[in-house]
């Protein structure tokens, strides 16, 4: 008898495809991608997985078949299973689009909203996805598992954004602010509910939230928000220059006061500057006196160059005079000599 090889011909669209022929004999062989794996079923029941390699039909080489192969020797060396062959590949290829109605409790409106994005989806459990999914059916495509999944995803999404709206963090005016949390809200409700039935979630994207259309009161209301913000951002922006304002004038004044300090005191030292330079003049003009006076006491008899010479040292040790005005002075005595 001829040796029949069962392997997957599953095209690209397909996840699940179940091979057409179920007569396998003895030497027969299931050959099984690197990314896929093989299920093997006699009457619906589950026999046996196969991982990926070459798998040759044996006495006792695969688990559950050896019930099989001792009921068809004798009889006859056929043996009947169904082969199915699962894509265990990460797909991205769920691309998917909603509309809610929503209920904003803080503005009494009933929206619709649109929302799209994309999943990433992985078949971890072959078993219990065909056992659960497919059926009777013989494969399975990725649109048939979008329009699976879809329903899931609506679901998620609007419950998340309906507790956001009843706790008063979320609003339909608002409502395109949440795009990242609620990817990860949704995506972890979904790892819930697709685990059972074999499927991994690998990523989950909210990638657009927004209303669809707009009513004459969500309009109305719309516009209202946007000149309340607006006028926000005005009265911020006086307010920012108003406090500016403020800023230079205190410190134009603390500028002023300290001008006139200094003013104050540069007159202050100007005066004791004056006072000084006024104390100068009149100790030269006493030393230019009085020397005058005892010369004309001399003249009289009352003095002499002595008595003048002793006065001009007793005005330099008390400091009354500088060293260089003393010898200015003796040398004009001398002179008179």
Request: glycine share 6%; proline share 2%; hydrophobic share 35%.
């Amino acid at each position: 008898m001829a040796i029949t090889t069962i392997e997957s011909k599953n095209k690209n669209n397909y996840l699940i495809w179940k091979h057409p022929n179920r007569n396998l004999s003895m030497g027969s062989q299931i050959i099984v991608n690197e990314s896929e794996e093989a299920l093997l079923f006699e009457n619906g029941q589950l026999l046996h997985i196969l991982q990926a390699g070459k798998h040759k039909i044996s006495s006792g080489n695969i688990p559950g078949l050896d019930g099989i192969i001792r009921r068809s020797v004798g009889n006859t060396p056929i043996i009947k299973i169904d082969t199915w062959f699962v894509n265990k590949v990460v797909s991205t290829d769920y691309k998917w689009g909603i509309q809610l109605q929503v209920k904003d409790n803080l503005h009494q409106l009933l929206v619709p909203v649109g929302s799209y994005g994309s999943i990433l989806l992985k078949i971890e459990d072959p078993a219990s996805f065909v056992i659960q999914v497919v059926g009777k059916n013989e494969r399975l495509k990725k649109e048939e598992l979008k329009n699976f999944i879809l329903p899931c995803v609506e679901r998620g999404l609007k419950e998340y954004i309906a507790e956001k709206i009843k706790e008063g963090i979320l609003d339909v005016f608002n409502i395109e602010s949440v795009l990242g949390k609620a990817s990860n809200n949704v995506k972890d409700s979904l790892k819930g509910v697709f685990e059972k039935y074999g499927l991994t979630v690998v990523e989950f994207f909210v990638q657009g939230i927004q209303v669809q259309g707009e009513s004459p009161e969500y309009k109305k209301i719309k516009e209202s928000l946007a000149d309340a913000a607006s006028l926000k951002i005005r009265s911020k922006a006086a307010s920012e220059a108003d406090a500016t304002s403020l800023k230079i004038r205190a410190k134009a004044a603390s500028e002023a006061k300290q001008y006139y300090k200094d003013q104050k005191d540069l007159d202050v030292l100007n005066k004791s500057l004056e006072e000084v330079q006024n104390q100068t003049k009149e100790i030269n003009k006493a030393i230019d006196t009085k020397p005058n006076e005892k010369q004309s006491e001399n003249k009289q008899g009352g003095g002499n160059l002595k008595d003048k010479l002793e006065y001009l040292r007793e005005l330099l040790d008390s400091g009354l005079i500088t060293k260089a005005e003393y010898d200015k002075k003796r040398f004009k005595l001398l002179d008179q000599i």
